[in-house]
């Protein structure tokens, strides 16, 4: 029934194709490649499923249908069907070989991709470049291994995407040097490449080589992407330039970016390096929907200039506190980590308001840890509460407070209360 369904469908699509293709004398089109674009549609459009069951009827299959079930189960995430249909395949092409490495690389699986790698009988650019990013990825990244595939690689394969992953791989040793010659080898640079260098530059703390590199792209008419922005708001910063960080911002603006998160909050860190407190405020106004990086970078950035969470324990703005951490949650979906709930702890033991941060510990969704209860238990000290400041110094004790910190604590309060 299913089939039939499928056959049905076919048909229909051969031939309103033959009643379009007539009016040009057109040769009728092959119904395995109209089945194959069908395949290939279901898949793109998640439905794995209904391509399988098509592969399966039809009467007969080519190497272009084999691949295209391969490519479906990589790119839902099924790869052992993938493999699967990869080892059941009567013929292979180089399409098919390049499918697999690359699907295995897409998914982390390194080991696999170099095995296919070395068994390949024809290898292609496609191929070099797809394990050459395997090992550029994987944990622990494989450098070595990356720059040894890269040197055997040969000379008509080497295109401007392998290049530009090693210049990649050469910033991120802070091999900075042979990553710029290798970027000025490249004949037939484009905006990646450039993005990549500028990146690089920035990360080994090269400002000044970033913002000209900059200026080299806008003159050869290239756009920076999301990440070169944030790169060089990141030079910006480390230089303290507050103009040219706002000709940059300027330029972001005008891009069309200057609502992307990692820029906004590289906004933030090189407004409040620059001390430019108004724009700062205003970097973390535009983020739509705030991550967690956004919001330790303003809690940084205020706290250094004296303001929110640890700054306003210092100056006792309770609510403000409590208001910016109950936002995060409410508002913008952010889970805190353990590090915002012992600052909030420490913010109401300061201000006396012991229970609150007892109670803050006692629902935390993950355990305190010795941050917390040391922030309790120097409210405890502070406001002379012998019962809690126990509970906080054994808890302090327990978890490894191996300093003479709590004792000493814990005895100022015994001796506060006459014990």
């Known amino acids: 029934m299913l089939f039939d369904r499928h056959n049905d469908l076919v048909q229909q699509t051969i031939s309103a194709m033959n009643d379009k293709l007539s009016v040009y004398t057109l040769p009728i089109p092959d119904p395995t490649y109209v089945i194959v674009v069908m395949i290939t549609s279901y898949w793109q459009n998640g439905h794995l499923s209904e391509s399988k069951k098509l592969f399966v009827s039809m009467p007969e299959r080519n190497v ?30 180089i399409s098919s070989w390049n499918a697999m490495i690359s699907g295995y690389v897409k998914h982390g699986m390194v080991e696999e991709a170099a095995r296919l790698f070395d068994e390949m009988p024809k290898k ?60 000025d080898g490249i004949l037939s640079k484009y905006s990646v490449a450039y993005n990549a260098m500028i990146s690089g530059y920035a990360q080994n703390g090269c400002s000044e080589e970033a913002l000209k590199l900059l200026v080299e792209m806008f003159r050869m008419s290239f756009r920076p992407d999301q990440s070169s922005c944030a790169s060089v708001l990141s030079a910006c910063a480390a230089l ?30 090189m407004y409040s390096k620059c001390g430019s407190i108004f724009e700062r405020e205003l970097a973390f106004e535009l983020i739509t929907s705030p991550d967690l990086v956004s919001w330790n970078t303003i809690i940084a950035a205020l706290a250094q ?18 208001s910016w951490f109950d936002s995060m949650m409410k508002k913008y979906k952010i889970t805190p980590i353990p590090e915002h709930y012992s600052c909030l702890i420490d913010i109401l033991g300061r201000a006396g308001q012991l229970d609150k941060a007892c109670n803050i510990i006692q629902v935390m969704p993950v355990e305190a840890d010795l941050a917390a209860w040391g922030a309790l238990l120097a409210g405890c000290r502070a406001h002379s509460n012998v019962e809690l400041g126990q509970l906080a110094g054994e808890k302090v004790m327990e978890l490894g407070g191996d300093s003479s910190g709590p004792y000493i604590m814990l005895s100022n309060i015994y001796a506060e209360a006459g014990m």
């Open 124 to 183: 292609n650019a496609i191929s070099y470049t797809a394990m050459i990013d395997g090992y550029m990825k994987k944990e622990n990244e494989c450098f070595k291994e990356a720059k040894d595939l890269f040197q055997k690689m040969p000379a008509k394969n080497k295109n401007v995407v392998a290049m530009t992953t090693m210049v990649i791989g050469y910033c991120k040793e802070g091999r900075v040097e042979e990553g710029r010659i290798l970027f």
């Open 240 to 269: 303290a330039s507050t103009p040219v960080g706002r000709q940059i911002h300027a330029v972001v603006i005008k891009l069309g970016v200057d609502s992307n998160v990692s820029v906004c909050n590289a906004l933030i860190t």
């Open 305 to 322: 200039h004296g303001f929110l969470l640890s700054a306003c324990a210092h100056a006792g703005l309770v609510s403000e506190s409590i």
């Open 64 to 93: 272009v249908s084999w691949n295209s079930m391969i490519a479906g189960c990589v790119e839902n995430d099924c790869m052992d069907d993938a493999n699967m249909y990869f080892s059941s395949m009567p013929e292979r092409n």
